[in-house]
DNA sequence: CTCGGTCCCGTACGCGGTACGGCAGGGAAG
DNA sequence: CTTCCCTGCCGTACCGCGTACGGGACCGAG
């Protein structure tokens, strides 16, 4: 339990390891380890078992190598998690022809989020704390930056708009990864689920309290074995979200 | 690291313990442990000194009890955690008398669950996984959807509303927790880190790429450091959510 | 006084991150 | 070719975590 960023961070070393200011240091004999294949092994045993299984033996048994080899490239797990998540960034598709304005384009990018999320529960649990001043991180921003440019806002404004539509997305992601894990770990899909908890839910809301969460806490269990879900909650965030960014887009507009 | 479900979850045991189903067994000897002690003792402990200083072995300690004892009234870690949550939103404030209409009300509830994550962060990392349908949850849940009643949406758009609007505050507050965070761990404040990599990012940034980067990342660090930050982050996004619910609303009162 | 249940906890196990120090092998210097 | 050192590699060990297990202490009931 944790995910905090321990011991003294050495932003210089980080830096240089997310940067690969580095030479290659081509060496024959061993398993011919490298930031790359470290980090590359990382990111499948992650995808494929989890984030929690994703030790720093795990890593090393995955590349034939000692457990200690690894942080002869990488000073710590920390710094590993740090250059996974950049490396993921730099996968995301930036396509440069979106047509029909901001909205699509913001449209676009929160998909691609999304989908990155899904791809990748773990980096869920692992971007928590500060941002990490990775390579990919810029560029991704810097092109995100792009689907609001030129439309009236300023430079603040830009930023708000960008940190608004992840943080939803964000949460939108979370929210459909619980219910994903909550199966996997419990062993009982989300319905079997409500159905051992009903009982008592029943028990506690028919006793005359918390009206209004029976009801719609029930209307929303019913709908999420249907057709709602995390799902519809992202899309209709979603359309919240722009609805009120256009508020102010077409108050920039007319001023 | 980790924050996982960990091992098998029994309903009834978890919700028995949420619910206090249990005699105050009064004993005289030994420390006189309880639910409500343990969790009340683990809460200031997550407070005071973060949530990775919250281990099984501390509460005992703070308690003047063995670490084992605390076994005896929770079955884990994990259930720990639970209750803890949920004996937070048993101390959110509810005021019923909120003037203004629904977008006040929202307001409210939304100050009032980011207060709640100011005075004990550790809740952003606690909450990961699934809801614990835990009584005092039951009762935010019901409380908040009163803000949202009788105003013409149906059950599945009242409950969209609010976890739209929950997430922004979980996201705001996540940001604003990362900068405190940031100071705290690394012992150097956000002005001094951004110092530290400056040199490293103009480098790069004045190396041609990422134009739009780098002027609004620089306009936003410079905000930060004086007016602008996690805060206006909030109460900006909160406006352009609450305008995105207003047209959904609207929308229904004109049909 | 005995007995059974409940509370308490000492010990120990497995597993995580990682400090430390040694080893080996290849290139550079002689 | 030999020597030396630098660097990649990693075995061992330490500390701290959650917690299974089994035993001891205390209680009220019979």
Same mark, same amino acid.
């Given at each position: 339990?944790s995910?905090?960023?321990?011991?003294r961070v050495?932003?210089?070393?980080?830096?240089?390891?997310?940067?690969?200011?580095? @030479?290659?240091?081509?060496?024959?004999? /061993? *398993?011919?380890?490298?930031?790359?294949?470290?980090?590359?092994?990382?990111?499948?045993?992650?995808?494929?078992?989890?984030i929690?299984?994703?030790?720093?033996?795990?890593?090393?048994?995955?590349?034939?190598?000692?457990?200690m080899?690894?942080?002869?490239?990488? =000073?710590?797990k920390t710094?590993?998690?740090?250059?996974?998540?950049?490396?993921?960034?730099?996968?995301?598709?930036r396509?440069v022809?979106?047509?029909?304005?901001?909205?699509?384009r913001?449209?676009?990018?929160?998909?691609?989020?999304?989908?990155?999320?899904?791809?990748? =529960?773990?980096?869920?649990?692992?971007?928590?704390s500060? =941002?990490?001043?990775? =390579?990919?991180?810029?560029?991704k921003?810097?092109? @995100?930056?792009?689907?609001?440019?030129g439309?009236?806002?300023?430079?603040?404004?830009?930023?708000? !708009?960008?940190?608004?539509?992840? /943080?939803?997305?964000?949460?939108?992601?979370?929210?459909?990864?619980? !219910?994903?894990?909550?199966?996997?770990?419990?062993?009982?899909?989300?319905?079997?689920?409500?159905?051992?908890?009903?009982?008592?839910?029943?028990?506690?809301?028919?006793?005359?309290?918390?009206?209004?969460?029976?009801?719609?806490?029930?209307?929303?269990?019913?709908?999420?074995?249907?057709?709602?879900? *995390?799902?519809?909650?992202?899309?209709?965030?979603?359309?919240?979200?722009?609805?009120?960014?256009?508020?102010?887009?077409?108050?920039?507009?007319?001023?």
């Amino acid at each position: 339990m944790s995910n905090a960023r321990k011991g003294r961070v050495d932003p210089a070393r980080s830096l240089a390891i997310l940067w690969r200011t580095r @030479e290659p240091a081509s060496r024959s004999a /061993g *398993p011919g380890l490298s930031v790359d294949r470290i980090v590359r092994a990382a990111i499948e045993i992650a995808d494929a078992e989890g984030i929690d299984a994703l030790t720093m033996r795990r890593v090393g048994e995955a590349l034939g190598a000692g457990t200690m080899s690894v942080y002869t490239y990488v =000073p710590g797990k920390t710094e590993l998690l740090d250059v996974m998540v950049d490396t993921l960034y730099g996968e995301m598709s930036r396509p440069v022809d979106v047509p029909g304005g901001w909205r699509a384009r913001l449209e676009s990018i929160a998909r691609e989020n999304l989908r990155l999320y899904r791809a990748h =529960p773990w980096l869920l649990r692992a971007e928590t704390s500060r =941002p990490v001043l990775g =390579p990919h991180l810029l560029a991704k921003y810097d092109y @995100e930056l792009g689907a609001v440019a030129g439309i009236g806002l300023d430079d603040v404004e830009m930023d708000a !708009v960008l940190t608004l539509v992840l /943080g939803h997305v964000r949460s939108a992601a979370r929210a459909e990864l619980d !219910v994903v894990n909550l199966e996997r770990e419990t062993g009982m899909t989300d319905g079997q689920w409500w159905q051992s908890h009903a009982p008592w839910l029943e028990h506690f809301m028919k006793s005359g309290s918390y009206p209004t969460a029976a009801r719609v806490g029930t209307a929303a269990g019913q709908a999420h074995g249907a057709a709602y879900g *995390p799902e519809h909650a992202f899309e209709w965030g979603l359309q919240r979200v722009l609805d009120g960014i256009s508020v102010v887009i077409a108050e920039r507009r007319g001023a």
